[in-house]
C-alpha cells in the first residue's frame, strides 16, 4: 500500500502506467473483448488485469494517475456498438463521466468502430482487462504529458 495511490492500481498496473510514453495507447476492456490472445501482440506482450472492477472503476482508478493527450482528438476512444455507431450504451456513459470529471471538463471521446478497435489494440502498449460483464465496456487512452512545475 502505496500513499496518495489509488489501491485499485495493482502493481503491475502501476509498472504499466510509469513505463508508458507520451502517445502511447492503453486499452482497457470488458469480459467478453478477446484480452489475452489480443494483449499478445501489445508492446508488454502480456495481459494486465484489473478483474474486481467495472471499467468506469478501473478507468477513475488509471485517471488518478494518468494524464490523458491534450494534443490530439483521439485522447480517448470508445468501441462502437455494431450497426448502431452513435449509440452511448450506460458502460460507456459511465466512463465519459470519469474522463471529464478527471479533465474537468466535457471532452467527448471518439468512436472506433469494432474490428478497427481490435486492429488498435493489436497495436497497444498494453490491454487491461477488467471485470466488466456489460456489453461494449471496451476504451481507448491515450497518454499525455505532465508539465514542468512554473
Known amino acids: 500500500m502505496l500513499k496518495g495511490i489509488d489501491n485499485r492500481l495493482n502493481a503491475e498496473v502501476l509498472a504499466c502506467l510509469r513505463a508508458m510514453g507520451h502517445g502511447d495507447v492503453l486499452i482497457v476492456a470488458d469480459t467478453n473483448f478477446p484480452s489475452d490472445s489480443v494483449a499478445r501482440a501489445t508492446v508488454t506482450g502480456r495481459l494486465l488485469r484489473m478483474e474486481n472492477l467495472t471499467c468506469a472503476e478501473a478507468i477513475n482508478a488509471i485517471l488518478s494517475v494518468l494524464p490523458l493527450d491534450t494534443f490530439v482528438d483521439d485522447f480517448a476512444g470508445r468501441m462502437e456498438v455494431v450497426g448502431k455507431p452513435d449509440e452511448i450504451p450506460?458502460?460507456?456513459a459511465e466512463v465519459q463521466a470519469e474522463i471529464d470529471r478527471a479533465e474537468g471538463r466535457a471532452r467527448k471521446m471518439v468512436s472506433i468502430e469494432r474490428f478497427a478497435f481490435y486492429d488498435m489494440?493489436?497495436?497497444?502498449?498494453?490491454?487491461?482487462?477488467t471485470g466488466e460483464r456489460r456489453f461494449y465496456g471496451c476504451f481507448m487512452l491515450r497518454k499525455g504529458v505532465i508539465p514542468p512545475e512554473a
Not at 121 to 129: G, N
Open 90 to 92: 450506460t458502460v460507456q
Open 121 to 129: 489494440a493489436r497495436k497497444s502498449y498494453a490491454v487491461i482487462q
